[in-house]
């Protein structure tokens, strides 16, 4: 009997160490790696962003997409918002002010612009819509062009990509 449990134990022990080698054999390597399809892929929609006389000087938020080789990103902020400026849903970017692309490649692939609380303010001053302790809406435009000159679209077609900031500045804030 006892030789029976032994054996009994030792292939079950068998079969676990297998099945652990098995279930773990696929996460060792990356595998071949997937062409990204080329279209303009931003991280969020809407950021929300409190400006403070005690945050002034801090960063509102990161803003993040997918880099593609051979791309020139062009970044716009404006105060008008796609329905306004694009009522045909083509894409058009408006009129505002041109960020100079100064973002960051990370590891894999995303790439990333810290904008803080003082160039919100300054947007906010260019585009005339400063106000201490008030709410405004800002619109962040991205846009690529490839190395032929022509658009990156969207995955909706569009040739550019709108997120909403939505910016509420304290009492006391200059």
């Not at 790696?33 to 279209?39: D, F, I, K």
């Not at 509102?60 to 918002?81: E, Q």
């Amino acid at each position: 009997m006892k030789k029976i449990q032994t054996t009994l134990f030792k292939l079950m022990a068998f079969a676990a160490l297998l099945l652990t080698w098995t279930a773990c054999g696929d996460v060792e390597h990356e595998g071949t790696p997937q062409p990204r399809n080329p279209e303009i892929t931003v991280e969020a929609e809407e950021y929300y962003v409190q400006i403070a006389t005690e945050n002034v000087d801090g960063y509102a938020f990161i803003y993040r997409w997918l880099d593609l080789d051979g791309v020139t990103w062009h970044i716009t902020v404006s105060n008008v918002s796609p329905d306004e400026a694009d009522p045909d849903n083509t894409g058009a970017v408006p009129e505002g002010i041109e960020i100079t692309d100064q973002s960051i490649l990370t590891y894999n692939g995303v790439r990333e612009l810290q904008i803080n609380n003082r160039d919100i303010l300054n947007y906010l001053q260019e585009l005339g819509l400063f106000q201490a302790d008030s709410k405004s809406t800002l619109y962040l435009y991205l846009a690529g062009t490839n190395a032929d000159g022509t658009s990156v679209l969207t995955a909706d077609g569009l040739p550019s990509y709108c997120s909403t900031i939505h910016v509420t500045v304290g009492p006391g804030v200059e």
